[in-house]
């Protein structure tokens, strides 16, 4: 037994010391667990006077699978549209926020602190793609990056659609929009929203608004905000039926601005006017 055991610790000593002869970890360098570096760039020095500076908000480019779904397929964006990309961030959702109230404190009181993307969009399995999303308050994902046109109208209304529509999210976290926002449409929201014909019809701003409260609301902000007045009424009006379903849309456009009033002393429609003010300079 004695002799077993003198066998077994010799073995035990020689494995030991063939690993601290053969192995070196240290040199090993362990994506996303610390053992990897990155050379600061003339890019990450503009990010971070640009957004992390006055906003305490990281733009992470820089691919790490950890930070999406591990069930999507994805790619890392191209880095030549991280700029512009951030610069329709903080031109047409910061900047406007900024200057209807009046400060820069609500922004870095209320926006999430971490920003990924992702250079395309997340597919689903029921055939749509995933564009952005918001995780507990914290961090927003923008999905499908590498297609982003600063030139393009219907490129800018996507992403400011997405900032806008993923950050109310994030103000609902903090404060609860009104109950009673609920009741217009109870009873009317589906998972077969997909296949709806016509939600202005049904009193619904989109056909995604109809999958639940949530995005019903979230929904109806960044309509209101991106198409701006004018826009919003005549796409309302161009809809079949819309005569049906403008009462209840006006119902939830009235619980829109209360709540902004209520809940953080916005005025709601001054913010619609900053942020078409954004969007055409932005366009110009």
Known sequence: MKKYLLICSLLLIAIIISCK???????????????????????????????????????????????????????????????????AIRNLWIEPYNQATGAVLFMKMYSPKLVVLSGIPAART????????????????????????????ASIDRIMHLLHHEFTHILNQKKAYPVEFKKVSAGSYTDGWLLAENPVGSGFVSKYAMKAPDEDFAEMVAYMLVKGKEEYEAYLH??????????????????????????????FYDLQTRVQQAKKAFMD
């Open 238 to 267: 161009a809809a079949p039926d819309y005569e049906n379903g403008i009462p209840k849309l006006r119902e939830k456009e009235a619980l829109v601005v209360q709540y902004f009033k209520d809940a953080y002393h916005v005025d």
């Open 126 to 153: 029921d055939g749509t793609g995933l564009a952005g999303v918001a995780e507990d308050g914290l961090k927003i994902i923008l999905y499908d990056v590498n297609s982003f046109n600063k030139k393009d109208q």
């Open 21 to 87: 002869k053969d192995d070196k970890l240290d040199d090993v360098a362990l994506n996303g667990l610390g053992g990897d570096t990155w050379k600061r760039t003339a890019l990450d020095n503009w990010l971070y006077d640009s957004l992390t500076a006055p906003y305490n908000i990281e733009l992470k480019y820089k691919w790490d699978q950890s930070e999406f779904d591990m069930s999507y397929t994805l790619v890392p964006p191209r880095e030549e549209q991280v700029i512009p990309v951030a610069q």
